[in-house]
Structures are given as structure tokens and as C-alpha cells.
């Protein structure tokens, strides 16, 4: 972004979803039309270094048609969320797995993934 131009985007941190304008600066960015500083936050995250949680199933090898959710343990880098798709799409698990088990560690190099549920 150049000096003076101007973005916006909806917050998507909570269901409010703000309507929020960041304007480059020589210092940064000046946010506005954010209700708290989590706006703020978002903003000059999606303009720097924008994040995603990564959401989804993989199949459990022992268990016929069963699947377990899974996610990054923290949001990873939105360019890296293809390759981490394709990374997790030959990925089995064998159950018992408990809710927090790690079932892919540091996924492209950045989150772990995680089980969001329990399979006995
Ligand atoms: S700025 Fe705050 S209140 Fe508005 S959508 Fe984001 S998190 Fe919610």
C-alpha cells in the first residue's frame, strides 16, 4: 500500500463485524470504524501478515466412514492454507484420540493440528 491509501474490510473477530478503514501512513496505519482494539488488530494483521485457523476432518484409518475434526492449534499464514490442505489430505489418524492431541505437528512449518473432538 502507498502513503495515504486506504482499505476496508469487515472485522471478522467477532459477529458485530465492523465495518473498518486503515489508511497507510509514513508511521503505520491509522484504523477507524473499529468498535474495540481487536478491530484495530485485525486490521493491520490482514494488510501485514494476514492469518486464518485452518478447520477440517481427516480420516480415522480403524474407525469405517468415521472422521475427526481438526484445526490449527493457532491461525497460520492465509498464503500457507492451500499447502497445509494438501499436507493434511493424507493424513489418518487411528482412534483413541482425545480432544488436543496434536495429529500433525508444526503444519508447514508454522501451527500444529490438532483433534477439536474425541474418538474412543
Ligand atoms: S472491531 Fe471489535 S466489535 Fe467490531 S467486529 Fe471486530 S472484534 Fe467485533
Redesign the pocket.
Known amino acids: 500500500m502507498n502513503i495515504g491509501e486506504k482499505k476496508e474490510m469487515i472485522?471478522i473477530?467477532?459477529p458485530?463485524?465492523?465495518v473498518?478503514t486503515a489508511e497507510k501512513t509514513a508511521d503505520g496505519f491509522i484504523v477507524t470504524g473499529?468498535?474495540?482494539p481487536?478491530?484495530e488488530k485485525?486490521a493491520i494483521s490482514e494488510l501485514t501478515h494476514p492469518t486464518r485457523t485452518l478447520t477440517t476432518t481427516v480420516r480415522v484409518a480403524n474407525r469405517e466412514g468415521a472422521y475427526l475434526p481438526v484445526k490449527t492449534s493457532a491461525p497460520i499464514s492465509k498464503e500457507k492454507l492451500f499447502d497445509a490442505m494438501k499436507a493434511l489430505s493424507t493424513v489418518t489418524v487411528n482412534a483413541p484420540v482425545e480432544q488436543g492431541d496434536v495429529v500433525l505437528p508444526a503444519v508447514c512449518g508454522e501451527s500444529d493440528i490438532i483433534a477439536t473432538g474425541s474418538i474412543k
Request: glycine content about 16%.
Open positions: 472485522c473477530n467477532c458485530i463485524g465492523c473498518v473499529n468498535t474495540c481487536r478491530g485485525y
